[in-house]
């Protein structure tokens, strides 16, 4: 059973670009999350998605935006980059909300994120 | 204060040995907690989840949950140096939201 893929796994971008990160959830797996780890702020919740609604938002500006498809992929975008989102973004799929063990997260390899 | 909170190390425990990692959280109505391991590098996998106060063990693994304190902890019997890596505490705040502590690194001495 394949894992959780993002892509893509290393990116570098300068300040004022934008950038779309990509998540395919386990198979079966309907819910997709995104976080995002840097060392001083650790790992931080950015958002949730469930049926192509997002249903929960961390405390991050409106810069970094995401959707889901039909088909549980998942993007996520943060526009007009600046040096402080350097950072590993990392998704993490688990079955829907309602389900046993909803709680319970699957971490992708992430996409390392340098902004420059 | 923190959400959620565990010493950052290093821990340094010597092969065999027992390591012993704590972890507390603010949130009283936390249902749900869990522990990952992280190797450098590479992104955290789930090593156990706790929903009861008490003890759950798999193998040489025990999570240690005490609600009425607000404290979490995981011991590591038989400590081996494949267990050096960064473990995280996790609280659940809603189906996908977790709230992590900023990781124990951990490194075994052979």
Sequence with gaps: KAGVTQTP??????????VTLSC????????????QQTPG??????FEYFSETQRNKGNFPGRFSGRQFSNSRSEMNVSTLELGDSALYLCASSLSPAAAGANVLTFGAGSRLTVL | QKE??????????PEGAIASLNCTYSDRGSQSFFWY?????????LIMSIYSNGDKEDGRFTAQLNKASQYVSLLIRDSQPSDSATYLCAVSQGAQKLVFGQGTRLTINP
């Design chain 2, 37 to 45: 391991r992280q190797y450098s590098g590479k992104s955290p996998e």
């Design chain 1, 41 to 46: 702020q650790g790992l931080q919740f950015l």
């Design chain 2, 4 to 13: 959620v909170e565990q010493n950052s190390g290093p821990l340094s425990v």
């Design chain 1, 9 to 18: 796994r290393y990116l570098i971008k300068t300040r004022g670009q934008q």
């Design chain 1, 24 to 35: 395919s959830p386990i198979s079966g797996h309907r819910s997709v999350s995104w976080y």
